[in-house]
């Protein structure tokens, strides 16, 4: 009887992601068990569903990646709102770490290998927040994304932006600098 007590509990503490503490960054987790959800800081959920047999490298930050995307409303079983799948449509391409894409794929992708398959529930301030896509995405809603990596190509951050520089009485200042303080000219 106890036996079967501490197996129930321990199916039900690994399937609840609300028991879970969650982790800084998904690249932190070296090995996620195919199945096992994994909490994000800010509410993203990542559970891995399919690995490939040999991850020969990861995705990270600067990388060119093309992926296979079906996006649903709320949950797995969700109102599909977009999707790569379309027939004569090329997978979906994009620079990992440059902003081109929703902060849940930023912090849910990294860490992926080539073949792998992940879903992402993203919450709302990770993906198009209270505003939503109107006629698409409503306002506040939890997106349910299951993800494929096709391929990883190396790529490289693109430089920070540079502050434009103002001149003050022949001195050189971040613009930034000068408004805050308010110079008199």
Do not use: W
């Not at 990770?126 to 109107?134: A, D, K, Q, S, T």
């Not at 494929?148 to 932006?161: K, N, R, T, V």
């Amino acid at each position: 009887m106890v036996l079967i007590l501490i197996i129930c509990i321990s199916i039900i503490s690994v399937n609840s992601v609300s028991s879970l503490a969650p982790v800084a960054a998904i690249e932190d987790i070296e090995d996620i068990p195919v199945g096992e959800p994994v909490l994000v800081e800010g509410g993203l959920v990542v559970t891995v569903l399919k690995k490939p047999t040999k991850c020969i490298k990861q995705a990270t930050p600067g990388d060119n990646l093309k992926v296979q995307y079906t996006g649903r409303l709320t949950d797995g079983a969700g109102e599909i709102f977009d999707t790569s799948l379309k027939e004569g449509f090329p997978p979906y391409a994009f620079q990992l770490g440059v902003g081109r894409v929703i902060e849940g794929y930023e912090k849910g992708v990294p860490g992926m290998c080539k073949g792998e398959t992940r879903t992402l529930l993203v919450p709302a301030s990770m993906g198009y927040g209270e505003r939503g896509v109107p006629g698409t995405i409503p306002g506040g809603a939890t997106l349910h994304f299951t993800v494929e990596l096709l391929s990883i190509m190396d790529g490289e951050l693109p430089p920070p932006p540079r502050e434009k520089t103002c001149y003050v009485r022949g001195d050189a200042k971040p613009c930034s600098e000068i408004e805050s303080n308010k110079v008199d000219l």
